[in-house]
């Protein structure tokens, strides 16, 4: 196989294993990164889980720059737009998020148009299936289910993600086939030395830095599953127009500290197993934002149907217990605790 396939955010977390998922399947990988500076190091990261390099090549594209787009898709079979505004801490002003995010899928789906591009498989996430929803909580969830973001509940992140892949939806109706993914809580072994949104979670946990566990529940995936379920949705026309939630569980922090603390007990003595109250957790949410963007899912643990994913993956998907200790004891030995 010798397709090429354009990939968007090759440098982060998911996007180095939805490389290495593709090389392994023959295909020619185009990556795009804003700083051309970084490709000798995002190759080395992505070779360092194992893959080919040979067949993978840099391209510089901007979010917010028409610069490069055109000529990047041009030849590329297929399309996964990973690429995503970084994000360490929610911003004063959304629109730091959300502008990048709409733009940026806007200009992906437009060179796609332009250069023939067969497929579009776009990241979206879990927040824009389950976040921000007030007083009617269903317990059940799944790729029908939107939030409404005229309630004001969501965080900048999940309201960037929720209007990119709306966004998305409006553009591509005319073609290139779509299919969108909603990974929950990514986790799993690191390319490199940067641990990614949610593994920063992880980190803090065995950092110590969090004293008592705020009542929250994730829905985690394995990052080498979810890039294996990005690469079977390119020729999977079964799901073409349809949203894939990939999240299993939910699992709540406190289970998840509690396992942690089993399978490095060199570090349990860190690692936090009280529970705060809610009350408590809303009064620190006042003089913390990444705090304050997650006070509305306290005590919220829908179910998730992930059943899609499961179908792509063709085989049953990681534990989360498995996967989490993979990315504790990786990032143990990258020497990221210190």
Aim: charged share 25%; glycine share 8%; no cysteine.
């Amino acid at each position: 196989m010798s397709d090429t396939v354009l990939l968007t955010g090759v440098t982060g977390f998911l996007g180095g294993h939805v490389a290495k998922s593709l090389l392994d399947r023959g295909y020619h990988v185009r990556g795009s990164l804003r700083n051309p500076a970084r490709s000798d190091k995002t190759a080395k990261a992505i070779e360092s889980l194992g893959a080919d390099v040979s067949r993978l090549e840099f391209v510089e594209l901007d979010l917010l720059n028409d610069a490069g787009w055109r000529e990047a898709a041009e030849g590329a079979r297929f399309m996964v737009h990973s690429a995503s505004p970084f994000v360490t801490s929610m911003p004063r002003d959304p629109s730091v998020l959300i502008e990048p995010a709409v733009r940026g899928t806007e200009r992906a789906i437009a060179a796609a148009k332009n250069a023939g591009t067969e497929k579009i498989v776009l990241t979206s996430s879990i927040a824009a299936i389950v976040y921000g929803r007030g007083g009617n909580r269903p317990q059940k969830l799944g790729p029908d289910d939107w939030p409404d973001p005229a309630d004001g509940l969501l965080s900048a992140y999940a309201l960037s993600k929720l209007l990119a892949e709306r966004r998305a939806w409006e553009l591509a109706q005319d073609g290139p086939a779509l299919t969108v993914i909603n990974p929950g809580f990514i986790i799993g072994p690191l390319p490199d030395d940067d641990p990614g949104t949610s593994g920063a979670v992880l980190l803090r946990l065995l950092r110590g830095d969090i004293p008592l566990l705020p009542n929250l529940h994730f829905h985690p995936v394995d990052v080498r599953d979810l890039a294996d379920i990005h690469v079977n949705s390119l020729t999977s026309a079964a799901m073409n127009g349809k949203r894939v939630p990939a999240g299993f569980g939910p699992v709540s922090i406190r289970e998840m500290a509690r396992e942690l603390a089993e399978d490095v007990p060199e570090h349990a003595g860190r690692i936090p197993q009280r529970v705060a109250p809610n009350w408590l957790i809303r009064l620190f949410a006042l003089f913390d934002r990444d705090l304050r963007a997650n006070v509305n899912e306290l005590g919220y643990a829908p179910a998730l149907d992930s059943s899609g994913s499961v179908e792509l993956l063709g085989r049953t998907p990681m534990t989360s217990r498995q996967t989490v200790a993979d990315m504790a004891r990786d990032m143990i030995a990258k020497g990221l605790l210190k």
